[in-house]
């Protein structure tokens, strides 16, 4: 791809609200399906059109670039995102990757050895439910791995975790707290107060410089803006005001802010859109703290609550109130019905339609029945779902299978069921849970792991883009249309395909008569396209060596 300038001016300035046309590739806009040129002006989409009606354009513009058969679509808008930790993943501990307890263990001696001077070794991203064994760490291996020093190592889901004696001697009480067990991962208040010791031994500048790592990857990947899912349970105060800050200041994707807590006003003052986002209703069915209404498969117990429906109902009708969105995390069949019970009662003393005008919106949403969808459609809720847990943890020998048996396991997320009965569906990574990955975020959603959850190549991508700006109630963007944000990314790819419509998922079509912009070939086993460039506002915020 190449560009050509005027004399004098440097198109990475992220402060120049330049006047550029792109031409010589493909535009993915339903505004023209054939498009091949875009015109961008003050940071909008000022005109779509084909490569004969950009010469026009030509001698007005500030620069031209040249595609060279690129092609070119909305942003991606993340929906569910934990900045600082996704930072500290990139830069620290990682153990996504190991394939068994001994593999952990050596990666957690060879990080002591390398970081001889950290207050506190931060680690994330084990799964013992992927061991052989299905074990995670004792404390006592973690202490000889690290020779006694503080450690903490959140479990894939951040919902559980392990800790070094070292780091639980930091916390106060610790082994009164509910979710203690003294051999055992780590959950509930438990868990969040020595998460809090952890990450309170992480100085500005490492918080910082996690943030700009998250966010420079995130840009790379094509995604033009996040939503920050913070609250006091997950991080503190200056972490959440410091990304917001640090997004205002410097170029990069755009940062939308959601703090849970049922402090409302609080959350205002903060900045948040929303007194939502990780407000916890339950925990997650890998570490058995999703609240169901029958026992899990693998234990004896239907998991935790932490907010019931009358609880969620008063938080409803402040946020309602207030003008601010609320919002839940919610995972368990009785967590959500806890979500649904509570907006109906919301909505019998504020009114369904100031409910449903508010687009409240529940995290991950993955145990639902027939009757709870109805109730988001009615509502108005927004499903804030994350396609690559399916990926991960689904099919007939995946962890929901293990923890809910395979009858169960079939019925979560439910994204063409969801789609059928009209609720919008915006879709995240929840990073570091899941990768940052958009386009295996589109894949996992199309080729779903139980065939009749699937939705197609095109409905998953406008989950991913234009639901994103639809949660946060904005209707005029996440598409590339006049008027609309340039926030686009520049794609090397394989060749465009149109979905068939009467096979949404196994056949193709390449017929231009079909009038829909075409996507790339998402099909497992295909490559997936390279992100080339990244522009938020019309300002390049990653430009990637190919170019």
């Known amino acids: 791809m190449s560009q050509s300038t005027a004399p004098g001016n440097d198109p990475q300035d992220p402060l120049n609200h330049r006047t550029v046309l792109l031409r010589g590739g493909d535009i993915h806009s339903p505004a023209d399906p054939f498009a091949t040129a875009m015109v961008v002006e003050r940071g909008h989409v000022a005109w779509v059109g084909s490569e004969g009606a950009a010469d026009s354009f030509a001698a007005s513009v500030d620069d031209v670039v040249d595609l060279e058969g690129a092609l070119v679509t909305p942003a991606f808008t993340d929906a569910h995102v934990h900045t600082t930790a996704t930072g500290l993943a990139l830069t620290g501990l990682d153990l996504t990757g190991a394939r068994s307890l001994a593999d952990a263990l050596v990666l957690v001696r060879e990080h002591a050895a390398a970081r001889p001077h950290d207050t506190v070794l931060l680690g994330h991203g084990w799964d013992a439910a992927r ?64 998460r809090a010791a952890a990450l309170g031994a992480i100085t500005p500048q490492q918080r910082t410089e996690a943030q700009r790592a998250a966010l420079r990857h995130a840009a790379s990947l094509g995604i033009g803006s996040v939503h920050e899912c913070a609250g006091p349970e997950i991080s503190d105060e200056d972490d959440f005001t410091g990304l917001l800050r640090l997004a205002a200041e410097e170029p990069g994707p755009r940062v939308v802010g959601y703090w849970a807590e049922q402090d409302v006003r609080r959350a205002k003052e903060l900045g948040a859109v929303g007194a939502a986002g990780d407000l916890f209703v339950d925990g997650a ?10 026992p899990y498969a693998d234990a004896a117990h239907t998991g935790t609550s932490s907010l019931d429906a009358t609880a969620v109902a008063a938080h409803v009708v402040e946020c309602t109130e207030e003008g601010l969105q609320a919002g839940f995390h919610a995972i368990g069949d009785a967590a959500v019905a806890s979500v649904v019970d509570g907006m109906r009662r919301a909505a019998e003393k504020v009114g369904a339609a100031r409910v449903r005008a508010a687009r409240h919106r529940v995290e991950h949403a993955e145990m639902l029945t027939p009757k709870t969808i109805a109730a988001f459609a009615e509502f108005g809720l927004t499903a804030s779902v994350q396609p690559a847990f399916d990926a991960l943890w689904g099919g007939e020998e995946g962890m929901y299978a293990q923890r809910l048996g395979a009858e169960r396991a079939r019925t979560l997320n439910p994204y063409a069921a969801l789609l059928r009965a009209g609720v919008p569906l915006a879709f995240g990574s929840d990073s570091p849970v899941t990768p940052l990955d958009p386009w295996g975020t589109v894949r996992a959603a199309a080729f779903h792991r139980t065939p009749e959850h699937r939705v197609s190549v095109r409905a ?35 060749d465009l395909v149109v979905q068939a419509p009467d096979d949404r998922v196994a056949r193709w079509s390449t017929d231009p008569r079909s009038g829909t912009p075409g996507l790339p070939d998402l099909s497992p086993g295909a490559e997936l396209p390279v992100c080339l460039r990244t522009v938020v506002a019309g300002r390049p915020v990653f430009v990637g060596p190919d170019e």
Do not use: K, M, N, Q
Not at 173 to 184: M, Q
Not at 465 to 493: H, Q
């Open 460 to 494: 998953a991508f406008t989950a991913h883009t234009r639901g994103g700006w639809r949660a946060v109630g904005r209707d005029d963007a996440g598409v590339l249309v006049p008027g609309a944000p340039a926030d686009y990314a520049v794609w090397r790819t394989s």
């Open 285 to 294: 069915l890998g570490s058995h703290t999703a609240c169901l209404h029958e």
């Open 131 to 194: 061991w052989p064994g299905g074990r995670p760490p004792t404390r006592a291996e973690l202490d000889e791995a690290t020779g006694g020093r503080p450690l903490y190592l959140s479990r894939i889901d951040v919902h559980s975790a392990v800790a070094t004696t070292a780091l639980l001697d930091l916390v106060p009480g610790v082994t009164e707290r509910t979710g203690y067990h003294p051999d055992a991962p780590l959950t509930a208040d438990a868990h969040h107060g020595v």
